[in-house]
C-alpha cells in the first residue's frame, strides 16, 4: 500500500479543482513518501472531468493522480467510495473549494508517523473570502469548517465537549474507517446544494471514536478555504442552520450508550426549548437584520424538531 492517498469529492466545481490540483503540483518535502491523488466526481455536469484528464497529462509525480466517477450525490457516499478506492494507508480528504499548504502532504505523512496509533486528525482551516463577512460570522465560523484551535496538538477524546474536526482537512487510516464506519450511515451530507441531511462528517468520526479509536488536532496540516459570496448570503446560512441541526438526533443517539437512549432524549428536548426560548428571548427584534441571530434561531428550531425529522426523513436510513 501506499503511504497517504489525498481523496479530493468533488462536484460541479471544475474550476476550483483546477486551482487545488494546481496546488497539488506544488508538494515540498514528499520525495520520500508514497502517495496519490483520488478525485471522486460526485455527478458533476461541467469539465470536472476534463480538468482532471488536462493535469493527468502533466502530473509530475510518479504515484498517480486518478478519478473515479460516482453517479450518486451525497457526501458519505463519495466518502465511501474514495476509501473503497484509496490504495494509501491513510486517506486524506481536501474537499474542492479548500486550498492546502505547500507542505501539506509532508506535514499529513509526519503526523501519522508521529502518532501510528490513533484513528484519525484534522488540522486548521483559514477563511479565504473576498465578500464582506455577515456580523459576528465568528460565531457561526465552525459550521462553515473554518476551525483554527490553536498551536498545539490535543486528542478531542479527552476533551469534556463533543467537538470534532469538519470533513475536510482531515486524514483517517483507511482500515480504522473499513472497520468502524458502516456501509450505510443515517446521514448523507450535502448532495449538490442540498443541504438537509448535514451531519454526516460528525457521524463518521462518532462511529470511530465509538469504536475505540482516537481523533486527534493537527494543527501543523493546513489549508484554507476558498468561501464564495453566495455562500456568506443569508438564504445560504439560514438553510446550512436548518441543515445542521435536522442532524443532531441522529448524532446524539449515536453517541449514547443503549442504557441511555430512554430517558435522554427527553433531557435533550427540554434543554433544547429552553435554549430556543432563550434565543427567542435575547435576540428579539435582531433576526430580520442580523444573520448571525436569525442563524442560530433556525439552528435552535431545527435541532428541536431533529428528533421528529429523523423518523420521518427519507434520507436519513
Not at 438526533?249 to 430556543?276: G, T, V, W
Not at 430580520?288 to 431545527?302: E, G, H, P, R
Request: aromatic fraction near 10%; glycine fraction near 6%; include cysteine.
Amino acid at each position: 500500500m501506499l503511504d497517504l492517498t489525498v481523496a479530493i469529492r468533488t462536484y460541479n466545481r471544475a474550476d476550483a479543482l483546477a486551482a487545488l490540483l494546481d496546488r497539488l503540483y506544488q508538494q515540498v518535502h514528499i520525495e520520500d513518501i508514497r502517495w496519490e491523488v483520488l478525485v471522486v466526481d460526485n455527478n458533476s455536469s461541467d469539465h470536472t472531468a476534463e480538468v482532471v484528464q488536462n493535469h493527468q497529462s502533466n502530473w509530475p509525480f510518479t504515484q498517480p493522480l486518478r478519478y473515479v466517477f460516482e453517479p450518486t450525490q451525497g457526501a458519505a457516499i463519495a466518502r465511501q467510495r474514495a476509501f473503497g478506492e484509496a490504495h494509501g494507508q491513510w486517506v486524506g480528504f481536501i474537499d474542492d473549494d479548500n486550498l492546502p499548504a505547500p507542505d501539506w502532504v509532508y506535514q499529513a505523512h509526519l503526523f501519522s508517523l508521529a502518532h501510528p496509533q490513533i484513528g484519525a486528525y484534522g488540522g486548521q482551516i483559514q477563511l479565504k473570502a473576498n465578500s464582506k463577512l455577515p456580523k459576528n460570522f465568528h460565531q457561526i465560523a465552525v459550521y462553515l469548517a473554518i476551525i483554527e484551535r490553536g498551536k498545539s496538538e490535543f486528542c478531542y477524546n479527552h476533551r469534556p465537549s463533543n467537538v470534532l474536526p469538519p470533513g475536510t482537512n482531515i486524514v483517517i487510516a483507511k482500515q480504522v474507517w473499513l472497520e468502524s464506519v458502516p456501509q450505510d450511515m443515517r446521514l448523507l451530507g450535502p448532495s449538490g446544494k442540498n443541504l438537509s441531511s448535514k451531519g454526516e462528517d460528525i457521524e463518521l468520526l462518532s462511529h470511530i471514536q465509538k469504536a475505540g479509536w482516537e481523533i486527534w488536532y493537527a494543527p501543523s496540516l493546513q489549508c484554507s478555504h476558498k468561501i464564495p459570496e453566495w455562500r456568506l448570503e443569508r438564504s445560504y446560512l439560514l438553510s446550512l442552520a436548518w441543515g445542521v441541526g435536522l442532524g443532531r438526533h441522529s448524532i446524539r443517539m449515536l453517541r449514547l450508550k443503549k442504557e441511555e437512549k430512554y430517558l435522554m432524549p427527553i433531557a435533550y428536548f427540554f434543554n433544547d426549548l429552553r435554549n430556543l426560548i432563550h434565543s427567542l428571548i435575547k435576540n428579539i427584534g435582531s433576526f430580520q437584520k442580523d444573520t448571525v441571530c436569525a442563524f442560530n434561531l433556525i439552528l435552535a428550531v431545527s435541532i428541536l424538531i431533529s428528533p421528529i425529522h429523523s423518523l420521518f426523513d427519507p434520507r436519513s436510513k
